[in-house]
């Protein structure tokens, strides 16, 4: 099983700007869809970004114009880029992979352990 960490959270003011990197102990090429998951508090978990094989990518609509993600193959990481961060951005993001076609999310998701991102107002 593939080991996922998450790095580049932190604390922003509104309005600014942060990068999440996803490095995979092993290759991401063989991964159909990578993608970023985000927890509020008392909250359940849900989708931010997604990313195929092929690069193509969808978002959420909270996030839609805001955040890019992106991945490195070569690198073996998995990049959120996020903009205009707003308060409600704030959660936890966890980064997620699968190289099963059920789709990312459910059964044989390889999970990070998640980065705190918090924005100020």
């Known amino acids: 099983q593939v080991q996922l960490v998450e790095s580049g959270g932190g604390l922003v003011q509104a309005g600014g700007s942060l990068r999440l990197s996803c490095a995979a102990s092993?290759?991401?090429?063989?991964?159909?869809?990578m993608g970023w998951y985000r927890q509020h508090p008392g909250k359940q978990r849900e989708l931010a970004a997604i990313?195929?094989?092929?690069?193509?990518?969808n978002y959420g609509d909270s996030v839609k114009g805001r955040f890019t993600i992106s991945r490195d193959n070569a690198k073996n990481t998995l990049y959120l880029e996020m903009s205009s961060l707003k308060p409600e951005d704030t959660a936890v993001y966890y980064c997620?992979?699968?190289?099963?076609?059920?789709?990312?999310?459910?059964?044989?998701?390889?999970w990070g352990q998640g980065t705190q991102v918090i924005v100020s107002s």
């Open positions: 092993g290759s991401i090429f063989s991964f159909l869809a």
């Open positions: 990313i195929n094989s092929g690069g193509s990518a």
């Open positions: 997620a992979a699968t190289r099963l076609t059920n789709g990312l999310g459910n059964m044989g998701t390889a």
